[in-house]
């Protein structure tokens, strides 16, 4: 019965949208997508590439297993499945309800969407006719407008209008009386009153003559949108189509900043040459304007010298935008190599920027490729720009200033722009009707501990809605928000769509697979337990092991430090603890595994070293649930069957290097010192010295990414030693402030509390000279070009984090760690969880660096995955997948190293050639890898692909 | 211009500490990006541009701030002001610091004091300025022969040109007086 099976509403078909309707699809539920524009992909059907990859790669996204119920296409072009209905051109009227049951109504642009609500606006002012004029056209509305009351009514007797905003005060007739003579014409018009602040009574007292509403001058552009849209939305609610689903995720993505706003200091739209990176992006694309060629935009010639400016709507007060978009210093990074990587003719690229912001696991050491592939990093804004003229060929002259106050001026044929990402108008009026906790920005805010849930329950929200976010967080946050959706159609009871056989199974190996039916969770921080419990909650076993005695992970030390983590923390362990699908293996780890991907069976064993654990942690292991209950779940040693691993070993503080300085007096690490701080050991009666020095032994060979915590956690503890005692001074040592997103308003807050902010290039780093007494901290502050020294009390070195996570285990299931020692995802960006191999799962800082809101979103995507498959009573391999003709086979085993997917394998009780028809994707691979001819992809045989391939090259067979 | 000299004469002055420390507090949320720098159109003839300046106030190295002549040269512009991305007072801030200066009257900045002074007792005066009232009160006020001296060629120059005009109609005097009374009066406050 369709009306028991859970469904699920999403909002935006950008790439969160995109994301979390595929999870929630390929769980088996159906999915409600609705889109604004005319196709789905967002933003990202405009870039070609994405970093580090520098290769697009969104198709990444589609189903590695039953491939066969989407569409393997190009999800740039398009996205199709079965348990997604797609809606585009479409605009929401209104969405009630509560979770399990909500409604929501909305409507098909093309049949009564906002060219059926033309408005009129009337004023005496040109400027405000002309600039609602502007607003309302970009948003589809038909607009006219009239200079005169008389003017209205003559344009109201010939046309047909839906809305009106008047201005009350103008020459001749006024607003009050227009209004009255205007609902004489048409009865149905609904009028807005504009008024200045001074005259609101007027506009009230019109309220009760039958105007709508009011608006008080001076207005913005969203106000006006918000009122418009509400005319609208009324006005066509009756040819509305109404629906039910259980669940809503709101995944409306952020518009850009535009950069003609305002002062305008950069002259876009003014200057030519100057465009925005999404513009430069096209550029770039050889699908784009300019094909193969980089080419000016106006005078068409070769491009050679290009400049990107950063942070141009974001980090400024005087666009009222106090935080950081977060993507847009890895898309100059992207931007910049590509050019000079692609393009021979570019001489010069250079990234003009403030900080760097190359946080998250690639993200460096991509930016030190571009480095060396030559393009210039100059850390400078330029205050604004003039247009080129004919001593400088036309090309445009930027100046700047260098630290120690020299002018330089180079020129530039392109100026390349960095808009921020800001809220757009509809999630500003989803906030308000929905009546969503926001900040103060107008991005949605989560509820703590739960990355995906906004205030009003069943209503989840991801991506660039809760902040702005890169594709990497976005997807994580996505799959997030896809299980809190299923949580509540589990919930309320509802089924999945029945798994139904492929029309034409080809042969028998088409047949349906199992996977076991459980988890294993191999780690028992809080990424771990999370991720236990929600798979558990959806009725799935769990096997979660945990080497120490006691569950918490990192969490047990960072607990007072983050507000209500504590109470957090002990919750989720209690929970763990009392789930009766859930055993808890403490004091163990994973011995061996046997059997396939899927059906695996894995052997635990008590970890040998006991002597680590102390006495205490074992009287206050005793204090827990009671004996029997442990033993009983302290089932060491019995094999445990499972169909996915998650692994969340997560991580530590980066121990002490070779320098040994963190041995001596006065010096710490972040964690020793948040130890002391969360402990009140430090003593700030009277003023302290105290330096932190940020990215110690980080982003520099041997450790090349950014840990994304150590700023950040820097930040708050400067702002704690200033809260202690105002007159303490203390000094941060940076390469780059890492407070992409919101977290940009705690660098302002440490600024404002008189925090100094010192940066060093690696190679200049302060000196620290300790001894018995303290530390004596020594620089030249690059401003000011003097040589400056503090007796400091305390130096903090921020180590970063390390990943726990060891090759044998990863590799036990067929997965790896990365070069720095993190599990390596299938993809960073596309497919951020997992392994190749989907049913091989990771979360927490085992996967990368990351704050506790990241870690507990990766948690809860993985949980998402993990249950999406266990979910699936059976699967059906795709058509297209490589079989074993074992009479030519030698047994050679080229195929299984040349097999991306980890699909083949030898069977130990045969001893021939199997392929996991589940991992494999048909690639085609191992075809074109087998000597003997033995490894062939059904319905690619060899004779037509080889005419395929000699038409294409032209080649003679 | 030493740190100690600098903290002596301000030690007496409350008032000019409070407005320092006021100037700190405005500016604390720089982040040196060197727009204001960049922007300056008398950047060029600056010994401090001006996010050094900001640098040094924050600081707290009030003998480099007042070894500089910047906020001397600043013109009061405005571009710095409409550029600095944290949206500071920047030209108030060199204007508070030019009242220090004034106030604690240090020899570095004397011509300049002396100069600013003779501008607006000729404007209290006449309404307007009288350019050649006004050089010759400076040079009487400056008592150094060297100075007017210096000027002798610009002068010969505009007399050339018909720029200086020894005999200016008198506006009446005092009629500003009041105004000039409650400026200094709400700078008081
Ligand atoms: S990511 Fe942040 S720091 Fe970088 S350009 Fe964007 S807003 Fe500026
Ligand atoms: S201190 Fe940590 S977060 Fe900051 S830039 Fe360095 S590695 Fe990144
Ligand atoms: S290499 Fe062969 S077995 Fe592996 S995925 Fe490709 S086609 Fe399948
Ligand atoms: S422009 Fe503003 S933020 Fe930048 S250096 Fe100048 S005062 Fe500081
Ligand atoms: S206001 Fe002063 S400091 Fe600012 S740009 Fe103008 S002259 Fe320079």
Not at chain 1, 815 to 837: C, H, L, N, Y
Request: hydrophobic share 40%; proline share 6%; glycine share 8%.
């Amino acid at each position: 019965m369709t009306d028991q099976i859970g469904r699920t509403l999403v909002i935006g078909g950008g790439i969160s949208g995109i994301r979390a309707s595929l999870d929630l699809a390929q769980s088996g539920f159906q999915v409600l997508l609705l889109e604004q524009s005319d196709r789905v992909g967002g933003l990202l059907s405009q870039l070609d590439t994405q970093f580090p990859t520098s290769t697009c790669g969104m198709c990444r996204m589609l189903p590695m297993m039953d491939r066969d119920h989407g569409d393997p296409q190009c999800l740039r072009r398009g996205l199709a499945h079965d348990n997604i209905e797609i809606c585009v051109s479409t605009d929401l009227i209104s969405l009630t309800g509560e979770p399990g049951n909500f409604t929501v109504s909305f409507i098909d642009q093309t049949d009564g969407g906002r060219q059926e609500c033309p408005v009129l606006v009337v004023d005496d002012e040109k400027i405000v006719r002309d600039s609602m004029k502007e607003w309302l056209m970009e948003e589809g509305y038909p607009v006219q407008t009239a200079a005169s009351a008389a003017k209205a009514l003559e344009l109201l007797e010939t046309g047909d209008f839906k809305a009106m905003l008047t201005d009350i005060k103008m020459p001749g007739m006024d607003g009050v009386t227009l209004l009255t003579r205007a609902r004489e014409i048409q009865p149905d018009l609904a009028v807005v009153m504009m008024t200045a602040y001074a005259a609101v009574d007027t506009a009230v007292e019109a309220m009760k003559q039958g105007a709508l509403d009011y608006l008080v001058k001076p207005f913005d552009p969203d106000a006006v949108l918000l009122m418009v849209d509400r005319i609208y939305k009324d006005a066509v609610a009756k040819n509305a189509r109404t629906d039910t689903v259980d669940a809503v995720i709101l995944a409306t993505g952020a518009t850009f900043f535009h950069p003609d706003q305002g002062i305008n200091a950069y002259g876009y739209g003014r200057i030519p040459g100057v465009v925005t990176n999404l513009e430069f992006e096209r550029m770039l694309s050889h699908a784009g304007p300019g094909g193969m060629d980089l080419t000016h935009p106006v005078t068409g010639r070769p491009v050679t010298r290009i400049a990107w400016f950063q942070c141009v709507g974001s980090r400024d007060i005087q666009t009222g935008t106090p935080f950081c978009s977060s993507t847009c210093c890895m898309i100059a990074v992207k931007q910049s190599l590509l050019a000079k990587t692609m393009y021979p003719q570019v001489t010069e690229a250079c990234v003009f920027y403030m900080d760097l912001r190359t946080w998250g696991k690639a993200s460096d050491a991509y930016a030190r490729q571009a480095e060396t592939a030559g393009v210039r990093f100059v850390r400078a804004r330029v205050h604004s720009l003039a247009p080129g003229s004919k001593e400088t060929d036309g090309a445009i002259p930027v100046v700047w200033m260098d630290p120690s106050g020299e002018r330089n001026q180079s020129l530039f044929d392109l100026v390349v722009l960095a808009p921020g990402q800001h809220p757009d108008a509809f999630l500003t009026g989803f906030v308000k009707d929905q009546e969503l906790a926001a900040d103060d920005w107008g991005f949605v805010r989560p509820e703590p501990f739960l990355p995906a849930h906004t205030s009003r329950p069943g209503i989840f929200a991801c991506g660039s809605a809760t902040g702005p976010k890169d594709i990497h967080d976005s997807v994580t946050g996505a799959t997030a928000a896809a299980l809190s959706a299923m949580q509540v159609m589990a919930g309320a009871g509802r089924h999945l769509v029945q798994n139904s056989e492929p029309a034409e199974s080809p042969d028998q190996q088409a047949a349906g697979i199992s996977l076991f039916p459980g988890a294993l969770v191999i780690g028992g921080g809080i990424a771990g337990m999370t991720a236990a419990l929600a798979i558990a909650d959806q009725g799935f076993e769990v096997d979660l092991v945990e080497k120490t005695d006691q569950l918490g992970g990192n969490l047990v030390w960072l607990q007072n430090g983050i507000q209500g983590a504590d109470d957090f923390l002990e919750q989720q362990m209690a929970a763990v603890q009392a789930h009766d699908r859930i055993r808890v293996h403490t004091r163990t780890c994973v011995a061996e595994t046997t059997g396939r991907p899927g059906r695996w069976v894995t052997r635990l064993t008590p970890v040998a070293d006991a002597g680590k654990i102390t006495d205490a942690q074992i009287l206050e292991q005793e204090s827990g649930p009671s004996p029997e209950d442990r033993s009983a779940r302290q089932s060491a040693g019995v094999p445990v069957r499972h169909g996915v691993v998650v692994l969340a070993v997560g991580g530590a503080e980066a121990g002490s290097d070779t320098d040994g300085l963190d041995q001596k007096s006065g010096i710490y690490t972040q964690q020793q010192f948040q130890l002391l701080l969360d402990g009140n050991d430090i003593d700030s009666g009277s003023p302290l010295q105290v330096a932190l020095f940020q990215c110690h032994g980080s982003r520099e060979p041997g450790r090349e990414y950014c840990s994304r915590v150590c700023c950040p956690r820097s930040l708050d503890q400067a702002l704690r030693l200033k809260t202690l005692n105002p007159d303490t001074r203390v000094v941060i040592f940076y390469r780059d402030m890492m407070t992409p997103g919101l977290t940009e308003a705690d660098y302002t807050e440490a600024r404002k509390k008189g925090v100094v902010f010192v940066p060093y290039e690696p190679g200049n780093a302060p000196n620290l000279a300790a001894d018995d007494t303290g530390c004596q901290v020594t620089w030249t502050d690059p401003i000011l070009g003097r040589a400056m020294e503090m007796d400091a009390d305390y130096v903090v070195l921020a180590k970063g984090i390390r990943s726990s996570l060891s090759k044998d285990l990863a590799r036990m299931f067929g997965a790896d760690v990365d070069g720095s020692g993190f599990f390596d995802q299938a993809d960073i960006k596309w497919r951020p969880v997992e392994a190749m191999d989907p049913r091989v799962l990771a979360c927490g800082i085992c996967l990368e660096p990351g704050s506790l809101a990241l870690t507990l979103a990766s948690a809860r995507a993985a949980a998402a995955k993990a249950v999406s498959l266990l979910g699936r009573q059976t699967f059906f391999p795709g058509q297209d997948t490589a079989r074993v003709r074992s009479a030519f086979c030698s047994l050679c085993q080229i195929c299984i190293d040349a097999c991306p997917f980890n699909a083949r394998f030898i069977d130990p009780e045969t001893r021939t050639l199997k392929v996991d028809p589940l991992a494999c994707q048909g690639c085609g691979i191992c075809a074109a890898a087998c000597p003997s001819g033995a490894a062939v992809v059904a319905g690619r045989s060899l004779a037509p692909m080889m005419k395929t391939i000699h038409a294409a090259l032209n080649t003679p067979l | 211009m030493h740190l100690t000299d600098i903290r002596e004469k301000l030690a007496d002055r409350p008032d000019l500490t409070r407005h320092l420390a006021q100037v700190k507090e405005q500016m604390a949320t720089c982040i040196q990006c060197g727009t204001c720098s960049g922007s300056c159109p008398n950047a060029g003839f600056m010994d401090m541009t001006p996010r050094r300046m900001w640098r040094a106030v924050l600081a707290d190295r009030l003998d480099l701030v007042f070894s500089s002549q910047t906020f001397m040269l600043c013109a009061s512009c405005y571009v710095c002001t409409l550029r600095c991305p944290r949206g500071l007072p920047l030209t108030d801030a060199m204007a508070a610091l030019k009242q220090v200066a004034f106030a604690l009257d240090l020899d570095r900045f004397k011509r300049s004091t002396r100069f600013y002074r003779a501008f607006m007792d000729n404007i209290r005066q006449y309404g307007r300025v009288r350019e050649t009232e006004l050089m010759a009160r400076y040079f009487l006020a400056v008592k150094d022969p060297r100075v007017p001296m210096s000027y002798t060629g610009m002068g010969i120059k505009l007399m050339a040109k018909h720029k200086l005009h020894p005999h200016f109609p008198t506006l009446g005097p005092g009629r500003l007086g009041p105004l000039f009374e409650r400026a200094t009066q709400q700078q008081e406050q």
